[in-house]
């Protein structure tokens, strides 16, 4: 065995095995949430507000929260980011100006959340005075997702074969009706990649909406966009660091946890049937 195969072999084992290693980690993480909290599921616990300082009832308002600042997030971020992509691939040319946009948006893709909260509390809630609500939360949310929204998006359209506008362009269709009529279109499953992405890390994020939407504990469901909600991360955040009483709340907490893991599951699903739905489409 030449020493070209052997360093082949090794690496292709290298590669089950960190496979193998992420996918029990995975096993055990999700049975050991589900293992704590599925014995706290039942109907009234995702049906009732909090009770008795959040010892008792459910998290009914904290499902109503991330949801609202989720979906607002992903409407806010989503045609900014493909607009911003289309722009970076279809027009955009290589120069100075160009390639600090690029790098500013990598950057972002790697700034904490917590800077995020930050710089929504200081333009969201104070300066735009939007306060602590769900307009603040949704649209420092989105702000936190747009990188990863804009880099798929960039690498869907690119991936976008050329002599699909080319075949365009030969038809007379102007540059405009070529990326409306086929490369996005074309691009769009690959697209909603980056939405489902974002979705994961909107619902999920604890700090940003730590000073710009979620309160401790309300029993109300919010009436308007400027209103503060109580969201599933902070709840758990809340219940597991400032509970008074974690004999009953660290339960709560791990219930919660379990919602959050299916919420998230179930937008996904429903992104990733969507996405299903409009390949086979195209391939028909």
Do not use: C
């Amino acid at each position: 065995m030449g020493l070209r195969k052997l360093k082949e072999i090794l690496g292709i084992n290298l590669l089950r095995l960190t496979i193998f290693i992420s996918i029990l980690f995975l096993f055990l993480f999700i049975i050991l949430i589900f293992a704590k909290g599925a014995k706290m599921l039942s109907f009234s616990f995702l049906t009732q507000p909090p009770k008795s300082g959040m010892t008792k009832g459910g998290i009914f308002p904290a499902i109503i929260g991330t949801l609202y600042l989720t979906i607002f997030s992903v409407l806010f971020a989503f045609p900014i980011g493909v607009l911003s992509s289309i722009y970076l691939v279809e027009y955009a040319k290589k120069n100075f100006l160009v390639t600090i946009i690029r790098t500013a948006i990598g950057t972002l893709a790697g700034v904490p959340s917590i800077i995020f909260g930050l710089f929504g509390l200081a333009i969201f809630v104070i300066t735009f005075g939007f306060g602590v609500s769900i307009l603040s939360g949704s649209l420092t949310l989105g702000i936190m997702i747009l990188p990863v929204i804009i880099k798929a998006s960039e690498e869907a359209i690119k991936a976008v074969p050329d002599s699909f506008r080319e075949a365009s362009y030969a038809l007379g269709a102007t540059k405009r009706q070529t990326i409306i009529k086929v490369v996005i279109p074309t691009a769009i499953p690959s697209i909603l990649t980056g939405a489902i992405m974002s979705i994961g890390r909107a619902a999920g994020e604890t700090a940003p909406i730590l000073f710009t939407a979620a309160t401790f504990y309300t029993r109300k469901l919010p009436t308007s966009i400027f209103d503060e909600v109580m969201a599933l991360p902070y709840h758990i955040y809340a219940l597991m660091t400032e509970g008074t009483a974690p004999e009953y709340q660290v339960p709560i907490a791990y219930g919660t946890s379990v919602v959050l893991l299916g919420l998230v599951l179930v937008i996904s699903s429903v992104s990733i049937i969507i996405r299903f739905r409009m390949r086979r489409k195209k391939k028909w």
